[in-house]
C-alpha cells in the first residue's frame, strides 16, 4: 500500500498526543478522522466548555472530529465504520472496546510512554520517576483485550537525569513518542513489522512495577523515609498534580502546603522526621536519614513561589511541623 492510499484514524486528547498527530499531518499521511474525548466544562459555573488541545491542533488544520460519550455507541461506530481507516493510533486516549481496535485491516496500535511490560497503566511517566529510574522510554504495540499488554512493535529509550521532574521527562517523551509512531506506521506501509510478545521483554527475576492512576491521597509526602525517596517523590508529581504536605502550628491549626523542587542535603539529622528548620534563605524538612531541602513551594489558597520569598511573608515557620 502507498502512503497517500493509507487511510489513518487518529485518537488522543492531551498535549502529550498532539506531537505525534501534528508529526503525522505534517508528513502528509492521510488523516481520515480524529477521535477524542468530549469538550469539558470549566469555570466557576462550568459554563464554559474546554476543547481538547487534540480537538484545538485538528480543527485547526481541518481535520474531521469526532467526540462520542460512549465508545459502543451505535451511531459513533457506524461513524466511525464509515471513515473506512486501514490503521487506527491510539496515544493517550481511553480503553478500547474490542469492537473499535479491531475495525481496521492493518490493525491499531498504541503509543505508551514506558519500556512496557514495565509501567502498564494511567500514570507511567510518574512512576518511573518516583520509583527513581535512570531510563525510561516509549513503546508503540498492537492493542489486546488486556490493557498495555499487546505485541511490542517498537521501543525507543530515554536516560532520565537526576535533576529531571515529570514536566521535563514527559515533554522529551513526548518528542520521541512522535518519532516512534512514525516509524512504526512506515514500517506497517513496508510490511516489515515483527510484533513481539512482552513476556520476551522481561528479564529472568524481574518485578513488573505498576503505574496505577494518582490521585490526591498518592500525593501526600511521607516524611518517615529516606532523603532520596522523598526527592523523587517530589519530581514525579512536578509541576501536576504536584506533591504536598500538611503543616501543623502550635495549636494545631493545619496548612496544606505543595512542593514542586527540592534538593538533598547530604546531612545526619537526629531531628524527628517532618521537623523544620528554617533561616532567611532556606527551608529544610527532616527526613529519616537527613533534610531535603525545599525550593519551590505554594501554600492553599497562594500563589507558587521560591522557598526565599515564602520565608518573607512566613517568618515563623519553625514554629509548625509538617505532617
Request: glycine fraction near 6%; proline fraction near 6%; hydrophobic fraction near 40%.
Amino acid at each position: 500500500m502507498k502512503k497517500e492510499d493509507l487511510r489513518i484514524v487518529f485518537m488522543g486528547t492531551p498535549d502529550f498526543a498532539v506531537d505525534s498527530l501534528r508529526a503525522l499531518v505534517e508528513n502528509q499521511y492521510h488523516i481520515v478522522g480524529v477521535i477524542t474525548m468530549p469538550d469539558k466544562p470549566m469555570g466557576r459555573h462550568r459554563s464554559t466548555l474546554q476543547q481538547s488541545s487534540v480537538k484545538q491542533y485538528a480543527l485547526s488544520v481541518g481535520l474531521p472530529v469526532l467526540q462520542p460519550e460512549r465508545l459502543k455507541d451505535e451511531q459513533f461506530l457506524e461513524e466511525l465504520q464509515a471513515l473506512k481507516a486501514d490503521l487506527q493510533i491510539v496515544v493517550a486516549f481511553r480503553m478500547l472496546p474490542e469492537v473499535v481496535w479491531k475495525m481496521p485491516s492493518l490493525g491499531t496500535f498504541n503509543l505508551h510512554a514506558a519500556l512496557l511490560p514495565q509501567y502498564r497503566g494511567a500514570a507511567p511517566i510518574n512512576w518511573a520517576i518516583i520509583n527513581g529510574d535512570t531510563e525510561t522510554g516509549v513503546t508503540t504495540f498492537f492493542l489486546t483485550p488486556e490493557i498495555d499488554t499487546g505485541r511490542i512493535i517498537l521501543q525507543k529509550h530515554l536516560p532520565i537525569a537526576d535533576t529531571d521532574d515529570m514536566e521535563t521527562v514527559h515533554d522529551a517523551l513526548m518528542r520521541i513518542g512522535s518519532g516512534a509512531v512514525l516509524e512504526t506506521v512506515d514500517l506497517l506501509l513496508e510490511g516489515k513489522v515483527n510484533a513481539i510478545p512482552q513476556e520476551q521483554f522481561m528479564r529472568e527475576g524481574e518485578e513488573l512495577r505498576p503505574a496505577p492512576k494518582i490521585f490526591k491521597e498518592t500525593c501526600r509526602i511521607d516524611w518517615h523515609q529516606p532523603t532520596k525517596k522523598i526527592y523523587d517523590f517530589i519530581r514525579g508529581l512536578s509541576p501536576y498534580p504536584a506533591a504536598w504536605t500538611e503543616l501543623v502550628d502550635k495549636e494545631g491549626v493545619h496548612q496544606e502546603l505543595k512542593i514542586f523542587q527540592s534538593e538533598k542535603i547530604l546531612e545526619a539529622s537526629e531531628l524527628p522526621a517532618g521537623t523544620i528548620r528554617a533561616d532567611k534563605n532556606h527551608i529544610d524538612m527532616a527526613t529519616e536519614d537527613g533534610f531535603l531541602r525545599i525550593l519551590s513551594l505554594q501554600l492553599a489558597g497562594k500563589k507558587r513561589m521560591s522557598a526565599k520569598d515564602f520565608l518573607n511573608g512566613n517568618k515563623q515557620i519553625e514554629e509548625y511541623h509538617a505532617e
